[in-house]
């Protein structure tokens, strides 16, 4: 016997040349490489043959033998893990496929230059094989030696470069050889036995973990008992001892890039014997493994049949039957930012020795889901106004999971289900988000909501006797006085006439004495007035329109009914002629559903919208006409001058504690997304309806000034400003002092100068015409004034009109001093209205005050202020104060804080007033019709 020896020098060179072929399904063509030579040379032929016999899996016995089949039935498998399923076809085809069957595919993939495909055929082998070799004496057999001999040639490297030629020589007639081929040579992952072991080679083989690196391992068919001196053609035949794995497109796929393909948790190690029959033996006793091909295969929807991976990159796996917990995994890159694994179980499927098994790619559709998303408004908004949140999802979803964001738009609707194009609705939505590019994690966004405006309800008495009054249309000053500020107690349609203040007097004549002869009294511009008539502008300014500048009662009077017209007024003339003129005058309705208490004021506008003059309405259900008025007489003790007056039983704008409540409503938004096709929703925000307890209220007034400021209420122990409504025009606090003009073209502004006056010029006849310097406290004499803010037949107090609420004429904090009946309470004091506890007594409503610092609100319901028309200086002014611990009958108090007014009737004879000034003391009540 002859072991383990190379026979060099024995003769010429033995030559083997060995020839590799690939077949196309099941192949059996033996292909000549070269004619091999002749005599010396041994030249031996190869080709590939398929493997197609059954029972080429070793592991078969992991299933039952019924369950077998030649070839594997094909299988369908859905993915898992993913919101949308992929699915695998397994199709299982006899031999090692590449390309075939007129699939289309990707480009091969090449590991660098010179690479080898690893599917090999004849035509396109491995670049190297590798050669055992047996050599026993030539009367034997490979039978009888077969256990006790080791390879005389071991793992010879053979090289295609070499035309297969082998360095060995034939041994001669004495001996026969036994040849055991496998290729690639010490390819990746391949444990060969050792030289020293006796009989047929074998193999230990681990599955390289990255597809890239796995290669098509063929053994030969064991060539046996070749004689020594054969110097003939051999011929060899290669078999496939892997099953190849492939992935495909199949009738259609949702656009992506896969990225990755593994499979997981199967089979990668076994053993075999260098024999094309051998079997693989120990896979099920070695640990699972997951193996990888990372590699970009674009997938357009176009794709059918498209083959991804064959030839250098495909999977060649150990033949099995798939283990539980196997898996297929696909990393698919659909544009988001972060890929998707597609999961799919394969346990049971059967992968054959030498077969090929694709797994075909599909998806159930192709395009991308478009999906907006709306969460249920975090809360409903208060009826007092405010903002709540929702969350806007707006995206595309592809079939894969990725998500990206689409653009939005978004209208609603108050009070319907209807599409507005709109960002606001009358002013009921103060903030709304109409647009957005959208987002998939989720977008919040905000809707604010204006106060829902506290109706009256008709349950209040005085709101269901207004509302039953029958219907009045009628002008206000009717040809004769007029004001500042008219009183209303029905529905209707009314008018009054464009005339500062109290300029025409109860006759129709101009009242002269209320503006002329003193740089006071001048108009919006600054210039001195020199006619009553507003619309007398000496080219100075046009009048364009008229609106309401605010009103404490939703609706109170109807906005658009507010116009500049002409009435047909019959006056007199100084000659005591009377005539009948068109004269331009203001007109505005009160609906009956809409009337309550309240208080309302109308603006004049010019051309650019300046504020020309400003009017009081005021809506009461209380008698305030001259004929209801109660009797004030107070003498003083020191000065001996009195005041016999009369004083309206409210005070001005006075409207009663009473139930309103804000109305629920709801705003109904819908959001579509800005794409053909996109989806679109729609959902409700909703303003709760409030019940509120209004306490009594009263406008307040800077001193001198003839436009009310905001009333203040108690709500719920809660001090507030009354809610208002209106135009655009809002109520403001300023700081500084400033000209009479300014204040006239800004009668919603509250003017902050703290412990002083609102008026740069600090003038003293605002409300008193001829008081030209600081006024006595026992100041019983007042001639009204355009800037009075007083209704027809109503003027203000002189400083000595409330002297005799103390017994001493002066402030007291002694209970026993105050000219009271009953209890503080938290309404205010019931004075008498004479002196010693004497005559009628009204409640004097302790309504606070705003504050000349910045016009915040105090002292409701725990202090009374009350205006007199008397200057104390430049900075201070005289006022009734109380609390329920004190009582100031002639308070020096700053004139820019805001206060409330009681009016009163004083009417001095004719004779008394004259241009050169006002020195009598001496009046006498006017009785006048109620009107």
């Known amino acids: 016997m002859i072991r383990q020896q190379k026979y060099f020098g024995l003769g010429k060179a033995l030559a083997m040349m060995l020839m590799a072929a690939g077949l196309f399904a099941a192949c059996s063509d033996e292909t000549m490489l070269s004619e091999g030579g002749a ?12 493997m197609v016999a059954s029972g080429d899996v070793s592991t078969m016995s992991v299933v039952p033998w019924e369950e077998r089949s030649r070839v594997a039935a094909p299988r369908v498998h859905r993915s898992h893990g993913t919101r949308r399923p992929v699915f695998f076809r397994q199709v299982t085809s006899p031999g090692i496929l590449r390309y075939h069957n007129g699939m289309t595919m990707v480009a091969r993939v090449k590991d660098g230059a010179g690479s080898r495909a690893r599917m090999v055929t004849t035509d396109d082998f491995h670049d190297d094989f590798g050669l055992f070799s047996f050599v026993y004496p030539a009367t034997e057999s490979w039978s009888q030696d077969s256990t006790t001999v080791v390879p005389s040639i071991y793992n010879d490297r053979v090289y295609r470069s070499r035309g297969w030629m082998s360095d060995n020589v034939w041994p001669g007639v004495q001996y026969k050889m036994s040849f055991f081929l496998y290729a690639p040579w010490n390819c990746e992952g391949i444990t060969l036995s050792k030289a020293s072991d006796k009989g047929t080679p074998k193999i230990h083989y681990a599955v390289p973990l990255d597809a890239m690196k796995q290669q098509d391992l063929v053994f030969s068919n064991p060539d046996k008992d070749v004689p020594g001196n054969f110097n003939a053609q051999r011929k060899e035949n290669f078999y496939h001892k892997l099953t190849a794995v492939r992935f495909a497109i199949g009738d259609q796929m949702a656009a992506c890039t896969i990225k990755k393909i593994e499979i997981k948790n199967v089979y990668g190690e076994g053993d075999i014997t260098l024999d094309k029959d051998s079997k693989w033996e120990n896979v099920a006793n070695y640990d699972t493994k997951t193996f990888t091909l990372t590699q970009d295969f674009p997938v357009a929807e176009t794709d059918r049949n498209r083959l991804l991976n064959n030839d250098d990159n495909v999977f060649m796996m150990l033949p099995q039957v798939c283990p539980r917990g196997s898996q297929l995994v696909i990393t698919v890159d659909d544009g988001g930012t972060k890929t998707h694994e597609v999961t799919a179980d394969i346990e049971r499927d059967v992968w054959q020795m030498g077969h090929t098994v694709t797994y075909y790619l599909a998806t159930r559709s192709l395009g991308s889901t478009y999906i907006v998303a709306v969460s249920k408004p975090q809360a409903n908004v208060p009826g007092k106004g405010g903002s709540t949140t929702y969350t806007v999802q707006s995206f595309r979803r592809t079939y894969y999971g990725s998500t990206f964001p689409v653009a939005w738009h978004a209208s609603y609707t108050v009070g319907s289900d209807g599409e507005r194009q709109t960002i606001a609705d009358g002013g009921n939505v103060t903030a709304f988000t109409n647009n957005s590019t959208g987002s998939d994690a989720g977008e919040q966004i905000s809707i604010s909501l204006q106060e829902s405006y506290p109706r009256s309800l008709s349950e209040n008495t005085l709101t269901a006797k207004l509302r039953s009054a029958a219907v009045q249309n009628r002008d206000l000053a009717d040809g004769g006085e007029t004001a500042n500020c008219y009183y209303v107690s029905a529905p209707g349609t009314y008018t009054f006439p464009l005339i500062y203040g109290n300029a025409r007097l109860p006759s129709g004549k101009n009242n002269i004495n209320a503006y002329s002869g003193s740089a006071t009294f001048v108009n919006y511009q600054g210039h001195t007035i020199s006619s009553p008539n507003i619309w007398e502008t000496n080219g100075e300014y046009t009048i364009k329109d008229a609106v309401v500048l605010w009103q404490d009662a939703p609706d109170l009077i109807t906005p658009s009914s507010v116009k500049v017209v002409k009435v047909k007024t019959t006056t007199t003339t100084s000659t005591g002629e009377a005539t009948t003129t068109d004269v331009p005058s203001i007109q505005f309705t009160i609906d009956k559903a809409n009337i309550c208490q309240g208080n309302a004021v109308i603006a004049l506008r010019d051309k650019e919208n300046n504020i020309i003059w400003s009017w009081h309405i005021w809506v009461t259900a209380h008698d305030v006409t001259p004929g209801d008025a ?80 905001l009333p203040a209420l108690m709500v719920a122990n809660s001090l507030m400003d009354k809610p208002y409504n209106g135009s655009s025009y809002q109520y403001t606090v300023t700081s500084g002092a400033v000209s009479t003009a300014t204040a006239i073209q800004h009668p919603f502004t509250f003017y902050a ?46 400083t000595a009109t409330f002297l005799a609420f103390t017994t001493t004429e002066a402030q007291s904090t002694t209970a026993t001093e105050f000219n009271k009946t009953g209890d503080f309470g938290t309404d205010g004091w019931h004075f008498y209205l004479q002196p010693n506890q004497q005559g009628d007594n009204i409640l004097f409503p302790a309504l606070g005050m705003r504050s000349s610092a910045n016009g915040t609100i105090s002292g409701l319901t725990t202090e009374g202020d009350y205006w007199t028309s008397g200057a104390n200086g430049v900075a201070t002014a005289y006022s009734l104060q109380f609390t329920s611990a004190l009582v100031n009958p002639a308070a020096a108090l700053p004139r820019a804080n805001a206060y409330n007014i009681f009016p009163v009737r004083t009417y001095p004879t004719v004779t008394d007033v004259s241009a050169k000034g006002y020195h009598s003391r001496n009046y006498r009540i006017k009785k006048h019709h109620r009107r």
């Not at 005599?39 to 398929?50: F, K, P, Q, V």
């Not at 002083?756 to 010029?761: M, Y």
Request: glycine share 6%; with cysteine; hydrophobic share 30%.
């Open 39 to 50: 005599g010396d040379h041994i030249t031996l032929s190869a080709s590939i043959r398929e």
């Open 630 to 709: 109660k009797v004030i007489a107070n003498k003083s003790k020191t000065t001996k001058q009195k005041v016999t007056a009369q004083i309206m039983t409210v005070p001005l704008g006075y409207c009663d504690a009473e139930i309103r409540q804000r109305p629920s409503r709801k705003i109904y938004v819908r959001i579509k997304q800005d794409i053909d096709g996109g989806d679109s929703a729609q959902f409700a925000v909703t303003q709760d309806a409030e019940r509120m307890e209004y306490s009594a209220s009263a406008p307040y007034y800077q001193w001198g000034r003839k436009d009310p400021m």
């Open 753 to 798: 100068v703290n412990g002083s006056d609102w008026s740069a010029s600090h003038n003293y006849d605002y409300w008193s015409r001829w008081q030209q310097s600081t006024s006595a406290v026992d100041n019983t004499g007042v001639v009204k004034t355009i800037y009075d803010p007083c209704p027809v037949g109503w003027q203000m107090e002189p």
